[in-house]
């Protein structure tokens, strides 16, 4: 199992940015992918952003490519997502997940069975 806390959520006004960290410990050694995904309310949680473990591939949903970049700083065990140009639209409880899985599912929420507290993100108008 591998534990994740997530850190770096917080209040900002439209146009800002933020940067989000999730520091993984315990069996991460087995790790293939990490990703972020978020959950606004009353709705699903849905796909942000992936890195894998090793080379460092990323994916990135349509919403947030070009504004959001998540990178993984190995010797550390954490990933962060830096997010520009942040919307109202994305305000959400944003989740650190950590997975074994397939590129094939990177994006699903199937594809990862370790995950954080989530953080809130509030981006006001």
């Known amino acids: 199992q591998v534990q994740l806390i997530e850190s770096g959520g917080g209040l900002v006004q439209a146009g800002c940015s933020l940067r989000l960290s999730c520091a993984a410990s315990?069996?991460?050694?087995?790790?293939?992918?990490m990703g972020w995904f978020r959950q606004a309310p009353g709705k699903e949680r849905e796909f942000a952003a992936a890195?894998?473990?090793?080379?460092?591939?990323?994916y990135y949903a349509e919403s947030v490519k070009g504004r959001f970049t998540i990178s993984r700083n190995i010797a550390r065990k954490t990933v962060y997502l830096q997010m520009n140009s942040l919307t109202p639209e994305d305000t959400a409880v944003y989740y650190c997940?950590?997975?074994?899985?397939?590129?094939?599912?990177?994006?699903?929420?199937?594809?990862?069975?370790?995950w954080g507290q989530g953080t809130q993100v509030t981006v006001s108008t």
């Open positions: 315990g069996r991460t050694f087995s790790t293939y992918a």
């Open positions: 997940a950590a997975g074994r899985g397939s590129t094939a599912r990177i994006m699903s929420t199937t594809a990862y069975d370790s």
């Open positions: 890195i894998t473990w090793s080379s460092g591939t990323t």
